[in-house]
Every structure is written in C-alpha cells, then in structure tokens.
C-alpha cells in the first residue's frame, strides 16, 4: 500500500510537505500543491482523513538531536531532558547526527507521522529547509538548546556566549597576559561567532587587537592538540594564554605544550568552555567556562513540553555561566 513517504517521493519535497499540503492546504504553494496532488494520483496513494485527525493523539516520544554523541559534552544535558520528560511521561528518542545534516531529516520525518511529538535540536547542523517546514506548523513543536539559528526564530535555551567570552578574556588579561590566542569550534557555527565576537572586543577594550589570533578547531580532543602544537611551534612568538570554545579542545593543547616542554601555567595558560567532567581529572586541572548543563536539559524540556500544550512560554530563556579557575592558569612568566 503507497505511503506519505511514496508521494513525497515522487513529488520531491518532504513527507513534512505532503502531510502540511493534505491538513492545511492553504499553507502551501500553488505548485507545491498540484505537485502533491500530480503525486498521490500517480502512486494511488488514499489519505486516511481518520489517521490525519488522530495527529493530536501524543506518542509519548520525544527527539533529541544531537551533533555528536560521542562528545560529553552532552551527557548532562541528556540527563536533565530525561528527568523532565520522565516525570512528564515521555520517552526521550537520542538521534546522533554525527555532523551529518541529511541524518536529520529521518528523525523529523517521525512529526507527520505521528510517531514523535516533538523534537529538542542540540545541534544547528540541520537543513534549514526541515526546520523551516516544521516550525511552520503549529502541531510540530521544536525547541533550540545550546546552539542556535541566527535566522530562524525558534524556542531557545542557550547562555550568552559572547558575555562568557569576555568574562574569561578579562580573566587572563587581568592576570598580566597580552599575547591571548583563541581556538574556536567551527568558524560557522553562530555559537562560535558569538564566543569569537567577544574575544575581540575584549581584546580591542584593552587595545589588544593587534596581539589576535584565531585558529579554527572542531571541539574535539584530537583538533585541540594539533592546533596546539601548531599555535606553540617553536621559533615563533608564542601566545602566553590560550582559550578554548570547548574543554576537549583545551585538554588537547595541554597534551600539546606537554611535548613541547612547556609549563602550564608558568610558560602558558590555558582557558576551556563547558567543564565537562574530564576538565577536573586532567593534569593541571582546567580552568573552564561551566555551562548549567543539566538546567539547559531541563529548561528545554520544560519549554518545549509548554509548546505541545498550547502554554505562553518564554521564546528565549538565557542561563547564567560561571569561570571556574583552577591550575592551567596563572600570571606569565616574565
């Protein structure tokens, strides 16, 4: 028997698409519609108004789109999502992207087909032309955690990125440090932006500009330590303070200036961003911007639980972060 899944096929859009040109017709495009229309014909597709009515009807699941989920990064977040939706009784469905945006498209695919109520983006790695069908359609809640789009209004959860940034460049700057390099997660990500951003102009309040420098990682472990052996190569001139958009990335450069022979904090200092678990076991312990991660999960969950109900929710909940200093940072040596 032809499915939604057969006319979306044929008809080259989305099941999201079909599903929108069959409930609420006057959503779409002229073209877009004969299209649907030219497809269900063509694939003897019967569209069971029944089943259509019963989208109110709640699965009881929940996605969770995640960029990685090999990354710890995310853990206590998850943890907090899960506890919500527990006491709430939904089921948390974790979908790992892997950096892939085409991987998302399955999990929305699960909204028209009444086999997920609702979907939590972890990750802005996903094919704006999903989110925008989505969140067109008042019966397909999602909601934005950690990450988010600069050109989509969506439901988010997130900290103030570019305040954390300036917080720990004051940080070092007040410790006597002037050459301050930063390496960041992806150049395109807006959260990156936003941390680079404020880099700069605590950089430029000190008139420090002239002293920048940016290299790009990924956030992972690997990225931190390449990039730091190249940012500390020997023969040139050395930034004495280095901070990280994520703590896998910091505890990287600490493994790097270890090879080097260079003393952490005496010869160079070093700044993460999450603190993660591992930022408190490495060796020196990692100074880090801590995220209130498990409050991102809850407060994400909570929000988009309110949109599933029909409640007023608050579209932008920003949460506070905190410096943690520990012993990777210290005045430079002179």
């Known amino acids: 028997m032809p499915t939604i899944k057969d006319v ?73 999502m899960e506890e919500v939706a527990h006491l709430a009784g939904y089921q948390v469905l974790i979908g790992d992207c892997e950096h892939d945006p085409a991987r998302a498209e ?11 109520d609702g979907i939590l983006l972890l990750t802005a790695e996903v ?13 397909f809640p999602l909601v934005m955690a950690c990450e988010f789009f600069a050109d989509i209004d969506l439901p988010t959860v997130a900290i103030d990125n ?25 150049a395109a990500n807006p959260i990156c932006k936003e941390r680079v951003r404020g880099y700069h102009d605590t950089l430029a309040a000190h008139g420090l500009v002239a002293e920048a420098r940016i290299v790009e990682g990924d956030f992972g472990f690997r990225s931190g330590y390449q990039q730091g052996l190249a940012l500390l190569e020997p023969g040139r001139t050395r930034p004495t303070a280095i901070f990280c958009h994520s703590d896998e990335m910091a505890i990287g450069v600490l493994k790097a200036a270890r090879q080097l022979g260079l003393a952490v904090p005496g ?18 312990e990692l100074t880090t911007i801590s995220q209130p991660r498990n409050e991102i999960g809850q407060q994400a969950m909570r929000l988009l639980l309110g949109l599933m109900r029909g409640e007023p929710v608050v579209r932008r909940q920003t949460l506070s972060t905190q410096l943690i200093v520990r012993k990777s940072t210290g005045r430079p040596d002179a």
């Open 8 to 80: 979306a096929r044929v008809a080259g859009c989305s099941t999201a698409t079909v599903s929108r040109a069959l409930a609420t017709p006057e959503k779409v495009s002229d073209t877009t519609r004969e299209r649907v229309a030219q497809a269900i014909a063509d694939v003897g597709y019967a569209p069971n108004v029944a089943a259509r009515n019963l989208r109110r009807a709640e699965s009881k699941t929940i996605v969770a789109l995640l960029p990685d989920i090999s990354n710890p990064f995310f853990s206590e977040i998850i943890n907090g």
């Open 106 to 116: 399955a999990y929305f695919e699960l909204l028209p087909t009444n086999q997920a």
């Open 127 to 139: 094919p704006m032309v999903l989110v925008r069908q989505a969140d067109g359609q008042s019966s």
């Open 162 to 186: 570019h305040q954390a940034a300036c917080h720990a460049i004051d940080y070092l700057i007040s410790l006597g440090h002037r050459r301050i390099a930063t390496l960041s997660g992806p």
């Open 267 to 284: 010869q160079l200092s070093v700044v993460g961003f999450d603190n993660i678990g591992f930022s408190e076991y490495c060796e020196p």
